[in-house]
């Protein structure tokens, strides 16, 4: 089944506490991008990769990393998390981009204590 | 830059109804336009999508929409509401920048029995 897969679904951890969300997609998608979701706010992209070692930012970089060392997983890593990124995170793929639309995993919801 | 405004946060209507979500756009080429749909504790669905093909689109579980460009809109309307209906709708817009969709704040549609 074609899909994108996330892990963890559900996360609490600690403020400083480095973590790491995977994101895999099993359709030779070129593109690949990360999102977070917040109340009132909609769905805001943080990075995204338009193919393997190409990455750059997206509306909100800050406190996020990511890395794309092949073309099927792309991680999201917080190194020092702070409640403010206390969200629901989303992983999306897409064979060209934003022009046909992505498919988007199950989230992972985030909890920063 | 490309925008997207949903003109209700919340819609309710009972089973069997006709069903409106208004959705108005801005962007400085032509876009593609998303609806997307959120079921509670789910992840992103894709309703239907406008890529400049025919403006009258068609998507899963009865939806439509019309991309109405003079004025700027993309509706996304069904004849008769099913209570599964019921879940959070998202507006999207295509930016080339970046691979990126840009998401209205959301609609959240209730169906009453």
């Known amino acids: 089944e074609a899909q994108v897969t996330q892990n963890p679904r559900y996360l609490i951890t600690v403020t400083g506490k480095k973590l790491t969300v995977t994101c895999s997609q099993n359709?030779?998608?070129?593109?690949m991008s990360w999102y977070r979701q917040d109340p009132g706010l909609g769905l805001r992209q943080i990075y995204y990769?338009?193919?393997?070692?190409?990455?750059d930012k997206g509306d909100v970089p800050e406190g996020y990393k990511v890395s794309r060392k092949e073309k099927r997983n792309f991680p999201l890593i917080l190194e020092s998390p702070s409640p403010n990124q206390t969200s629901l995170y989303f992983c999306?793929?897409?064979?060209?981009?934003?022009?046909?639309?992505?498919?988007f995993g199950s989230g992972t919801r985030l909890t920063v204590v | 830059a490309q925008s997207v405004t949903q003109l209700d946060s919340h819609v309710s209507v009972s089973e069997g109804t006709p069903v409106l979500l208004r959705c108005n756009y801005s962007?400085?080429?032509?876009?593609?336009l998303f609806w997307y749909v959120q079921h509670p504790n789910k992840g992103l669905q894709l309703l239907l999508k406008y890529t400049s093909a025919a403006t009258l689109v068609k998507g899963i579980n009865g939806f439509e929409a019309e991309f109405k460009k003079s004025e700027t809109s993309f509706h996304l309307t069904k004849p008769s509401a099913h209570m599964s209906d019921a879940a959070e709708y998202f507006c999207v817009v295509s930016d080339l920048q970046g691979g990126k969709l840009i998401f209205g704040q959301g609609t959240e549609l209730s169906v009453k029995p």
């Open positions: 999306a793929s897409s064979p060209y981009g934003a022009l046909l639309g992505y498919t």
């Open positions: 962007s400085s080429y032509s876009p593609s």
């Open positions: 359709m030779n998608h070129e593109y």
């Open positions: 990769s338009m193919n393997v070692e190409v990455t």
